[in-house]
């Protein structure tokens, strides 16, 4: 099967720009989540998605950052404006359902951003 | 109280030596334990899982040791190769009904194996 789509793979724009992430899930997961992974870090999350309901946006930066997903299917992640300390790998990593005892999250290859 | 620390940041071992890698969390709500490996340029994938009510899972050369008492976990890579030259992940979360599966991560260890 098809693995969790990704675009664009790489992005470089300067502070205060702003900048869109799209995410295509693998089909038929009902779960999305959108990680922030910095350099020398491990990812951390900033939103998941339960079919086209938010389910945990507790560590997103709402004044800059804002996610939707519409239909239940793709994603997308905006920041706006950006900053420097955004720079980052965003990934994106779906899951069948919201089944937190067979918690398989399948990543994508992400997008790396860098704000000059 | 939510994180999880891992170490070493990172590692080299050579070709057929044992790699250990170290985990600590502090929420003793926690109760799913994975591990992602990561190569350069994609996304992290599930290599091994574990649940506290198990002292020791094994899948291959993979071999993950549970101490509930002391709030660790570890990753023991047996006859590393030079293809598990990645970095690693520990994770862990709350897997009951009712909560997200929301995943927290240790800070990675980036393991070369020298041929």
């Known amino acids: 099967e098809a693995g969790v789509a990704q675009s664009p793979r790489y992005k470089i724009i300067e502070k205060r720009q702003s900048v869109a992430f799209w995410c295509n899930p693998i089909?038929?997961?009902?779960?999305l989540y959108w990680y922030q992974q910095i350099l020398g870090q491990g990812p951390k999350l900033l939103i998941q998605f339960q079919n086209n309901g938010v389910v945990d946006d507790s560590q997103l930066p709402k004044d800059r950052f804002s996610a939707e997903r519409l239909k239940g299917v793709d994603s997308t992640l905006k920041i706006q404006p950006a900053k420097l300390e955004d720079s980052a790998v965003y990934l994106c990593?779906?899951?069948?359902?919201?089944?937190?005892?067979?918690?398989?999250?399948?990543f994508g290859a992400g997008t790396r951003l860098s704000v000059l | 109280q939510q994180q999880v620390k891992q170490s070493p940041q990172s590692l080299i071992v050579q070709k057929g030596g044992i790699s250990i890698i170290n985990c600590a969390y502090e929420?003793?709500?926690?109760?799913?334990f994975p591990w992602y490996q990561q190569f350069p340029g994609k996304g992290p994938a599930l290599l091994i899982a574990i649940r506290p009510d198990v002292s020791e899972k094994k899948e291959g050369r993979f071999t993950i040791s549970f101490n509930k008492s002391a709030k660790q976990f570890s990753l023991h890579i047996m006859d590393s190769q030079p293809g598990d030259s990645a970095t690693y992940f520990c994770?862990?979360?709350?897997?009951?009904?009712?909560?997200?599966?929301?995943?927290?991560f240790g800070q990675g260890t980036t393991l070369q194996v020298k041929p």
């Open positions: 089909s038929g997961h009902a779960t």
């Open positions: 929420n003793t709500a926690f109760d799913y």
């Open positions: 990593a779906s899951s069948p359902k919201m089944r937190p005892d067979k918690n398989i999250q399948y």
């Open positions: 994770a862990a979360s709350l897997s009951r009904t009712g909560n997200t599966g929301k995943l927290i």
